[in-house]
């Protein structure tokens, strides 16, 4: 239950170098410098205020927005399924994150499906989706603690947890944003508040704004190690 498209850039702060590089042109080399050196800069900010970021995403050098740690409600619409579904959008500082989308699973129940989600080798911003059906939660979680750093601090990778009988979903996406889907959302809230993740008034998130993302190869290894743990069906 994606809300496509929230994936509106995905420029990487790691730069391969092909086979072709010693033969580009000087302006190819000062090019590619002066985004090197822009992505270094935007990197080296680690917080906005209390706001401590991952190391997955940053708001770009055009972007005004002042993030905090919060969450909005909204409605999930599908015309293709007739289905509208209320749905909360969240943004949490680096320290609660990871824990914070471990609790919000827990109302999901003992078996759920799984989704990773992946734009590694996808320069146009576009993702893959990997499945895996029937898992259950503590199994997940366990696989999900183990490759922390890669959900945490890759901004091409994302998951997704799915009761799709309850039609319930958490998501952590590759900005890191917090997504939840539920006809009642009263008890994901309640983890919210438990984290000091409260609703604010016109909330807005990165994805609304210039903003880069960030990976390295390491990051595709360990995404392929995570799929290959759960038995994703490619």
Known sequence: MNPSP???SNDSNSLAQGSDWHSQTTSDFEYVSAKTALSEALFAVDSIGSFEFTDAVRPGKDSSLMLQQGYRRETFRSRSRNLALPMILAAATRDVLFDL??????????????????SHSHGD????DLYREKIDLPVLK?????FEELLM???????AVVNPRKQLEVQLD???MLMVYAEDLTPF???????DVWPMENMKFITEEDHVHSSRPVYQKQFDQLSFRLGMDI
């Open 153 to 159: 601090n890759d901004g091409c990778t994302g998951v």
């Open 6 to 8: 929230f994936f509106d």
């Open 174 to 176: 590759e900005h890191k």
């Open 125 to 128: 911003g576009s993702h893959e």
């Open 142 to 146: 366990s696989a999900l603690c183990d």
């Open 101 to 118: 989308f471990l609790e919000l699973m827990n109302p999901l129940g003992k078996l759920v499906d799984c989704v990773l989600e992946t």
């Open 189 to 195: 809230e309640r983890t919210f508040f438990e984290y």
